[in-house]
């Protein structure tokens, strides 16, 4: 039961960082969707569609980190991100943040799959000897 509460507490820091995070877009979006996949992970039947969400989100923030710092050294791509004060900064600060988490949520999702067919698997034996 501690991994679907640590599923629960990582899915609510993503949940505070998305919604109270003073991150420019498309951070949040990214913490939304690992949020998403966090809650479907603790689920037997969802677990699979919640591991690849979160391994998604976890290597599309890391791709998406340094993006602005790039844009914003070019004219051209102004646009894209939001390049004044600290943006690039905050940007990369959350998209790092959103692995991070995501990165957890994967690891207690394979350590709840794992219990989970433990369990079972025990299950079996002793149904097997009696």
Not at 69 to 77: A, G, L, M, R
Not at 119 to 130: D, I, K, V, W
Request: proline residues 5%; glycine residues 14%.
């Amino acid at each position: 039961m501690g991994e679907r509460a640590g599923l629960a507490v990582v899915c609510a820091l993503m949940l505070g960082c998305a919604l109270f995070g003073s991150f420019p877009s498309p951070v949040p979006l990214l913490f939304a969707i690992a949020a998403v996949g966090a809650a479907n992970a603790a689920f037997p039947l969802m677990r699979t569609f919640g591991s690849a969400l979160l391994g998604g989100v976890s290597a599309a923030s890391i791709g998406l980190a340094p993006v602005p710092f790039v844009t914003c050294s070019s004219e051209k791509f102004t646009e894209v991100f939001t390049c004044t004060g600290d943006s690039p900064t905050w940007h990369m600060t959350g998209a790092v943040l959103v692995a991070g988490l995501s990165g957890a949520g994967l690891v207690l999702a394979r350590v709840l799959g794992t219990a989970t067919l433990d369990r079972r698997l025990a299950a079996l034996r002793r149904g097997e000897r009696g």
